[in-house]
């Protein structure tokens, strides 16, 4: 992973990470805020809280001094995904008008397939992105209950579960060839149990989907453990054997804190760290 920062005009730092992978891919993950205001508990970026959006220039632009400034080294540059810092649905309109740009032949030309944008789950949000973009949909779902989703990913009190998910349902039925990207941080004790897995099988049916499980990447001041590799392959077979199709991501970049949930700088005041729900207290060791 090569990690680029960018000092913007105001002074703020925001960072780009060029990921690259095997069979000739190489995928540069974009932020699209300064900070985030989503306030997930397992990741860095969290714990800074909203400094300001991007706009779509700056967006475009970290992928535009990427290819200039990488592709020799790392060869071309195939995909993006907008998974850096931020929320990118908390700053629709300038993601929509960046991602726009990405695809175009004026502009940087790539795949519409080729260009990922993340959301932890604004739903009126999704639902125009998905009508008025050409490029794909990750989803963050990281719990398969509303208790625990509602703790580690807060917008989940706003957009539940079930609304998120029935949403999706709905909205896939009137496009084509398209699935959406789950995407699934597998947290030790928290939500990666065989009931976890099971439950998980039954909240994605009926959307056309692919599940990805990724490995938590730790950082100072986290109370979550990674998944064993053990567990995370047990879970990936439960999810294989009730029909989904199902990828795992072990982490890459964590040692240099360019890892998936690890960008940024919190800086003196941070977000909260939200209260631990009683039965996960011993899964992170705080005792009961």
Known sequence: RLQI?????????????????????????????VGCAMNCQFCY???????RHLT?????????YARRLLSGDVGSITNVVFMGMGEPFHNIENVIKAADILVDEQGLHFSPRKVTVSTSGLVPQLKRFLHESKCALAVSLNATTDEVRNWIMPINRKYKLSFLLETLREELKFKNNYKVLF????LAGIN?????????????????????????????????????????????????????????????????????????????????????????????????
């Open 5 to 33: 920062l960018f000092a913007l005009d105001d002074g703020l730092v925001i960072e780009t990470v060029v990921i690259p992978c095997d069979r000739g891919r190489t995928t540069v993950c974009v932020s699209s805020q």
């Open 45 to 51: 970026t969290g714990r800074m809280g909203l400094r």
């Open 192 to 288: 990666d149990s065989i009931e976890d897995a099971e439950r998980l099988i039954d909240l994605v049916k009926g959307i056309p989907c692919k599940i990805n499980l990724i490995s938590f990447n730790p950082h100072c001041g986290s109370q979550f453990r990674p998944s064993s590799d053990e567990k995370m392959i047990e879970f990936r077979n439960i999810l294989a054997e009730g029909g989904c199709i199902v990828f795992m991501r072990f982490s890459r970049g964590d040692d240099q804190m360019a890892a998936c949930g690890q960008l940024g700088k919190p800086g003196s005041s941070q977000a909260p760290l939200l209260r631990v729900p009683e039965q996960f207290r011993v899964a992170l060791n705080l005792g009961v």
């Open 183 to 186: 995407e699934y941080v597998m």
């Open 56 to 64: 779509a220039a700056e967006i475009v632009e970290q992928a535009v």
